[in-house]
């Protein structure tokens, strides 16, 4: 019988992992891109008031906020390359985003220029 292929997932653990790293990140991510909270908020749909308890350690992001954080942040190379070096942006979130079989490599560049 033959073995099928797995699509890459993350567990809850490194979800929740990645979600506290973007939370701590995310005031000098928002810097870099010259957005207030209100601003970001209105690309994302967060509310200034979420993004405030989220920066401060007062409430875990959900799991569509960061993807949706991310999806924001990623197209900024600086802060592309800030994700990366802080482990946030990672091959294996990029394979789940892009959802690739478990061993396949991604599409998105992810090394740092």
Same mark, same amino acid.
């Given at each position: ?7 890459? !997932?993350?567990? $809850?653990?490194?979800?929740?992992? *990645? ?10 991510? %928002? @810097? ?31 799991? !569509?906020?960061? $993807?949706?954080?991310?999806?924001? *942040? ?10 990366? %070096? @802080? ?27």
């Amino acid at each position: 019988m033959k073995k099928s292929k797995q699509i890459v !997932s993350l567990s $809850t653990e490194t979800k929740n992992q *990645l979600k506290d790293a973007l939370a701590e990140a995310l005031p000098s991510l %928002r @810097k870099i891109l010259c957005l207030s909270q209100n601003d970001f908020g209105e690309r994302t749909g967060v509310s200034r008031i979420r993004l405030s308890m989220i920066e401060c350690g007062k409430y875990r992001m959900t799991w !569509s906020q960061f $993807t949706s954080f991310m999806l924001i *942040l990623i197209f900024n190379p600086q802060c592309k390359n800030i994700l990366i %070096r @802080k482990e946030i942006l990672t091959p294996e979130l990029v394979s789940y985003f892009e959802c690739k079989y478990i061993g396949e490599e991604p599409d998105f560049e992810i090394k740092l220029h």
